[in-house]
């Protein structure tokens, strides 16, 4: 019964999206030095076709690009498809550059684009063939098996070689259908920097993050930046240092988010339930209105992360994904509709005497925001008829009784 979300929600649609698989690859067929020379002429051609787009007062169109770039991409012995493929993505860089007003794209990393027409994947072999220029090169899949078997019946839309930290490594994206079922219920999830709250309509679960612990490596990298800010570039042992604790802060926050979503989303499977999730441009709103500081930029991006693992997740299981307003979530009471004081995190409602927890303050009201589309009572109004609590609440009764069944302390 899809119509029990309140429709006023943004779903997402379902449809075609994509999926990538990255694996570390072995060269056994070509040389790999000339894979590496060839990675380093595709990133040159790249970057030419980059600072000729820059330069024009308008950019062009696909057929104009044709005509400008291909008789010289051709020149540097690039294969048709390849010559396409690289204005058209210079072309992207250049658009999504100047309209987010910001500066000329540089390419630095060696990795190419190929199409189904210079490369071939053999996931039942666990290889992929590519050319680039005029030789092929084999690469060997160095995964486990079981893995790779996942996407043998899915059909796959580019592969992408990127040579880095003195290792070949192979993207390959692949198309998946989203078909969300019809929800039987709704489990909202409430971010925050310290701790996700999930509640469903009859139970609250909470999981520690790992966002502090990242924030603390990203806090002080930019300690060591702002220490040494003339030297910390060029010395060669701060600049690992710092590189190393910015990576050690996204694989902490990566490896936190894939293991939550998949928990998480897997639960609302089982339950034939929806996933409730604000509306992040919303925080980013509110979050460059304040300093920009390290703080509030890892924590943006942590909860973008966490909201992308939890979607990608909802897709490989088709959960439907529901979009909310977050604006009041944990101000408003949810019994009554009164402003809510707090005391340290504890929210006290004078109207009512509610008195819970900031986090659950949160995860409930995205969960009524999802269900009924408003916070702190139900469409019907009315008062309360019955303190008895509900293990799914009934959409004909007021929602003020369910509330405060579920949460008198």
């Known amino acids: 019964m899809k119509a029990f979300i309140h429709l006023g929600c943004r779903w997402m649609p379902e449809g075609a999206y994509y999926k990538a698989f990255k694996a570390e690859a072995e060269v056994v067929e070509g040389n790999a030095s000339d894979l590496l020379w060839d990675l380093t002429i595709y990133r ?14 308008g950019l062009p169109k696909k057929s104009q690009l044709h005509q400008m770039f291909y008789p010289v991409l051709r020149e540097y012995g690039f294969r048709a498809h390849v010559a396409r493929n690289i204005y058209s993505y210079a072309l992207a860089l250049v658009k999504a550059a100047k309209n987010s007003n910001g500066d000329k794209p540089k390419i630095k990393r060696l990795s190419a684009r190929l199409d189904h027409q210079d490369a071939r994947v053999e996931l039942d072999k666990g290889v992929v063939k590519v050319v680039l220029r005029n030789k092929q090169y084999t690469l060997r899949l160095k995964h486990r098996r079981e ?42 999830v409430d971010v925050n920097l310290r701790t996700v709250t999930t509640f469903d309509g009859s139970e609250t679960r909470r999981y520690r993050t790992r966002f502090v612990e990242a ?4 806090a002080r990298a930019e300690e060591i ?35 939550l979503a998949k928990e998480v989303v897997a639960k609302a499977y ?102 009924w589309g408003s916070i702190g009572s139900s469409p019907n109004g009315g008062g309360m008829k019955n303190e008895t609590r509900q293990t799914t609440p009934n959409r004909n009764e007021p929602m003020t009784t369910y509330i405060k069944s579920y949460t008198s302390i």
């Open 225 to 259: 930046q702002k220490r040494y800010s003339k030297r910390w570039r060029y010395n060669e042992k701060t600049l690992n240092r710092v590189r190393a604790l910015h990576r050690k802060a996204r694989n902490i926050i990566t490896d936190f988010c894939w293991k």
């Open 147 to 188: 893995y790779i078997e996942r996407f043998r019946n899915l059909k796959w839309k580019e592969v992408h070689v990127k040579y880095e930290n003195k290792k070949v490594f192979v993207s390959i994206v692949f198309e998946v259908r989203y078909n969300p079922y019809v929800p039987k219920g709704l489990t909202a």
């Open 215 to 218: 924030l603390s490596k990203k």
């Open 270 to 371: 089982r339950q034939k339930h929806a996933i409730a999730l604000e509306d992040l441009e919303y925080l980013r709103n509110s979050i460059n209105g304040k300093s920009s500081g390290v703080r509030w930029r890892l924590t943006l991006f942590a909860y973008r992360k966490l909201q992308h693992t939890i979607i990608a997740k909802s897709i490989e299981y088709n959960v439907p994904v529901v979009v909310v307003d977050p604006r009041n979530t944990s101000s408003i009471c949810p019994r009554c509709g009164s402003k809510l004081i707090y005391v340290s995190r504890l929210a006290i409602c004078r109207k009512c005497e509610f008195k819970r927890d900031r986090d659950f303050v949160g995860a409930i009201n995205i969960y009524l925001r999802g269900m």
């Open 44 to 57: 040159y051609a790249l970057q030419k076709v980059v600072d000729a787009l820059w330069d024009l007062d």
